[in-house]
């Protein structure tokens, strides 16, 4: 090479080519070149890098091929939430969701966007000034993993967008890593020959590639991507972003890759058109898809409908109806869950369904398997439960061997033999034993969870470890691993040197450290979720507070129902539970949320509020922060116990409910002088 500048030129350019190339290649699958041609301008863009490092680029297309291995993932923090999708499984679960928007919108004058619910892992990634700057797992929701030289392994996506249409100059796009099916066999069956054990499904192979610490790993395993949201950082604009289908359109226009098979849908009859024909056709795809997402047009209406604790009001998943395989019953066997819940679940012959072989099936409860008649020696038809959790809905009684015998629910415990109960109401067995070691298993590893306390080093088979040597009979117990004793006992143990036990220590410690509302959902309650100890967090702030609080106070927060509240009461009024949360305080973790800023409001506070129509001065979202901000509680519906009606433009049949019921109506400028 003559000079830096020819060499600098040259790689530039090779850069350029081979940018185009992927983006045929693997978003638009037009290929313009060979494999063989491709190559070797990868191979000369190599060789002209590792010559002149100094020009060395991030968005490179050798960078593609993974980096050193990295000591850890860093967390990011999701500016907006990455919500889960409520699903539905039925037209007229479908048409119920229509009616809600109509009611919340109160106008019929709405669209659909149709777009096929990939079977992947849901990510985040942030562009900046046209170039892919980072990269995260969805976690829980709030915050992720940092995966971003994982994602940058990914062909299909690009490391710089066309310059000629790079809209905005920083924005987050979210999507589905996904594994094309034939990959994912090749990959299994290259495993199966080197006898290591396969992967379930796609979905699971995808989750350990992302979760790499070596990028090089995750290179060797090709995957794909499409995106499917757009959201501009710091407040920025862009005059054609007022829907989900612009959105796509201008993903699409910067180069990222959409998924061609979504439709906008002028009613939920078409959208339910589409449905059916992707049910019809999802066997012809290359990979696996197992329902519809279906979302409302309009941002500004999405705004307006909002969100629950997990879920979008403006987006549902429409999953289709589970495959089906037929097996044999070898047995039925017994599973403690961690609130004591007992599981039977079916022993199966192997059977292959929807990308993966089945060998365990759940049967519910009791009333479950006597209704079915399921017995050792059937052949029984097993779903795919949204094509994910296996399960058996048939005997086929033709097929029944003469020596099959009527199945009896044990009424012992499998694992410690305490005597079974049954709640009066409930289908299900449960073993109340506390310090039953399958429950306490399944405490620990909950408690230590990723999405929970997230302590790391303490897994599964650390916790089966020193639950055998009774090191553990309660969460409460991981705080006092650091004791002398507790040591000395663990360093005994092959394959524990000091350094180990020492990271162990350090990650219990630095769990310490995590925010309330991971606390409340680590300890377990039951029907308690992570979205919903972030509800409880905010309403509460304290663990104090929510110890002390009536079913009644629990069930006055919005989106607390009656289930949920008699079940966190409950919690809290067992002696053994109040001992538990007493040594978990005295351990140091946090008991109390952030302190919310909140602004003294006679008018406002301790009143319910139902917001309706459009406001022109802010959206009904920030509108209901305010109200909370001042002590006030939102409710979606009008009812007696409403105190104001917070009518914008277009109120329709909430406004004529409040007036018919006495509710005083507050117009938007009337809101904003209570809000003083």
Request: proline share 4%; with cysteine; aromatic share 6%.
């Amino acid at each position: 090479m003559s000079s830096k500048a020819d060499a600098k030129k040259s790689i530039e350019s090779l850069r350029t080519q081979l940018r185009e190339h992927d983006y045929r290649y693997y978003v638009l699958a037009e290929p313009s070149i060979s494999d063989r041609e491709y190559d070797r301008l990868f191979s000369e863009l190599g060789a002209l890098e590792k010559e002149h490092p100094e020009f060395d680029s991030p968005d490179s297309p050798t960078k593609r091929l993974g980096d050193q291995p990295s000591k850890g993932f860093q967390t990011v923090e999701h500016r907006t939430p990455m919500l889960s999708l409520a699903n539905t499984y039925s037209e007229e679960e479908l048409l119920d969701f229509d009616r809600r928007v109509h009611e919340l919108l109160e106008t019929r004058d709405y669209a659909y966007v149709a777009e096929l619910k990939l079977d992947g892992v849901s990510v985040s990634l942030t562009y900046r000034n046209g170039m892919f700057a980072q990269g995260a797992t969805r976690g829980d929701g709030a915050r992720g993993d940092d995966i971003t030289q994982n994602l940058r392994t990914i062909r299909s996506l690009p490391l710089r967008l066309h310059a000629h249409v790079s809209a905005l100059p920083a924005f987050e796009t979210r999507g589905e890593v996904i594994m094309e099916k034939e990959l994912f066999s090749k990959i299994n069956a290259e495993r199966e020959r080197e006898g290591e054990k396969t992967f379930a499904n796609p979905r699971n192979l995808v989750a350990g590639s992302l979760k790499q610490l070596d990028s090089r790993e995750t290179a060797a395993r090709p995957m794909r991507i499409f995106l499917y949201y757009l959201l501009p950082e710091n407040g920025q604009s862009n005059r054609q972003m007022n829907s989900q289908w612009e959105n796509l359109r201008m993903l699409k226009e910067m180069g990222l890759p959409v998924n061609p098979h979504a439709r906008l849908c002028k009613t939920i009859e078409d959208v339910k058109k589409f449905c059916d024909e992707w049910a019809e056709k999802r066997d012809t795809l290359e990979y696996e898809i197992d329902g519809v997402v279906i979302k409302v047009d309009s941002l500004q209406q999405q705004d307006i409908l909002g969100a629950v604790a997990r879920s979008p009001r403006w987006a549902i998943a429409y999953k289709f109806e589970s495959r089906k395989a037929e097996t044999t019953v070898n047995g039925v066997t017994l599973q403690v869950g961690r609130t004591g819940v007992i599981t039977p679940v079916a022993e199966l012959a192997p059977v292959f369904l929807a990308g993966s072989t089945i060998r365990r099936a759940t049967l519910n409860n009791e009333d479950y398997i006597h209704a079915l008649d399921v017995r050792a020696g059937d052949t029984v038809v097993i779903e795919k439960g949204g094509d994910v959790i296996p399960k058996v809905t048939a005997v086929v009684k033709e097929k029944r061997p003469p020596h099959a015998r009527e199945y009896h629910f044990p009424r012992n415990c499998p694992t410690c033999n305490a005597r079974l109960q049954r709640i009066e109401g409930e289908a299900g067995y449960y073993c109340e034993n506390l310090r039953c070691p399958d429950q306490v298993r399944g405490r620990i590893e909950h408690f230590a969870a990723r999405g929970a306390m997230d302590i790391n080093g303490l897994g599964e088979q650390v916790i089966d470890e020193f639950v055998a040597l009774e090191l553990l009979a309660d969460v409460a117990d991981i705080y006092e691993l650091h004791r002398h004793r507790h040591r000395e006992t663990i360093l005994a143990r092959e394959r524990w040197a000091v350094k180990r036990l020492e990271n162990l220590l350090d990650g219990i410690e630095k769990s310490k450290t995590q925010p309330f509302h991971r606390v409340l959902f680590a300890i377990g309650i039951r029907f308690v979720g992570a979205g919903t100890a972030r509800v409880l967090s905010d309403a509460f702030g304290s663990m104090k507070r929510l110890e002390n609080a009536s079913v009644e106070e629990l069930q006055s927060v919005h989106e607390i129902g009656p289930r949920i509240a008699e079940s966190v009461h409950r919690y809290f009024h067992s002696s053994e539970n109040r001992e538990l949360i007493a040594r978990l305080e005295r351990s140091g973790l946090q008991f109390a949320g952030e302190t919310k800023k909140t602004i003294a409001n006679e008018v406002i506070a301790g009143k319910t509020f139902v917001l309706t129509g459009t406001l022109s001065g802010m959206t009904r979202t920030k509108a209901g922060e305010l109200i909370v901000e001042r002590g006030g509680t939102v409710t979606t519906s009008v009812s007696k116990k409403t105190d104001f009606l917070v009518a914008g433009a277009d109120a329709g049949s909430k406004l004529e409910k409040a007036r018919a019921l006495g509710v005083k109506v507050l117009t938007e400028e009337e809101f904003v002088e209570t809000l003083q």
